[in-house]
């Protein structure tokens, strides 16, 4: 299209050229010349692509760690504590076949300013002992600190209503003791999830403060 419109361009030229030299210009001839100003116009435009903004997404610690098995831990997390949540086995012994215990357990990210340590809440699952005893988990699901507010949280000492016994399922913000509309959840072993629920009618007693 543009090589038509520049041949165009070159007779139109070559017209105006001769009408010019054999007199005055009539009004055909100032169209002529209105018609090759346009063209000139148009062959010098050089379109123009806006540049598109990249977003450069955070890291997804759910997908890296859900299903993973350890230990070992990935390299630069260090393991803060954890506290049992659900268990089928006996207090102080080993589970056996078809029993099941299930866990949560904090992690924070090492080698990194205090300010930009990431601390994830794993859910996770008992999957067998090795030889020397130590327990070999699952990762079932990950609460992320920094998609949720920050990682002051309560493990157990929380209980539902009235209930004579602490719920070791729950999972709260430390801030529950003192304001009771904070955020909690519940490591469901029936589920394997995370998954939100009501403060309504919860107390919790920070039972380490120091943590």
């Known amino acids: 299209m543009l090589k038509i419109r520049f041949i165009q361009l070159i007779c139109l030229l070559g017209v105006v050229g001769l009408l010019a030299a054999c007199g005055g210009a009539s009004p055909r001839e100032q169209a002529l010349e209105a018609t090759v100003a346009a063209l000139q116009t148009q062959i010098s435009i050089t ?46 012994s080993p589970c056996t076949s078809g029993e099941e215990t299930y866990a949560v357990a904090d992690l924070r990210q090492i080698n990194v300013s205090e300010e930009t340590a990431e601390h994830l809440l794993l859910f996770e699952r008992l999957v067998r002992y090795e030889s020397d005893g130590t327990a070999v988990w699952v990762v079932l699901d990950v609460l992320v600190g920094s998609e949720i507010g920050g990682s002051n949280w309560l493990w157990q000492g929380c209980r539902v209503g009235d ?49």
């Open 47 to 92: 379109p123009t692509i806006a540049a598109t903004a990249t977003l450069t997404p955070g890291p997804d610690w759910r997908s890296q760690f859900i299903g993973l098995t350890y230990p070992p831990l990935p390299e630069g997390w260090e393991y803060i504590g954890g506290a049992i949540t659900f268990s089928t086995c006996d207090p102080g």
């Open 163 to 211: 209930a004579p016994q602490t719920d070791d399922e729950i999972v709260a913000f430390r801030s529950i003791v003192l304001d009771p509309s904070g955020p909690a959840w519940r490591a469901n072993h029936l589920t394997g999830r995370f998954e939100p629920i009501s403060p309504d009618g919860l107390t919790c007693v920070d039972e380490n403060p120091g943590s």
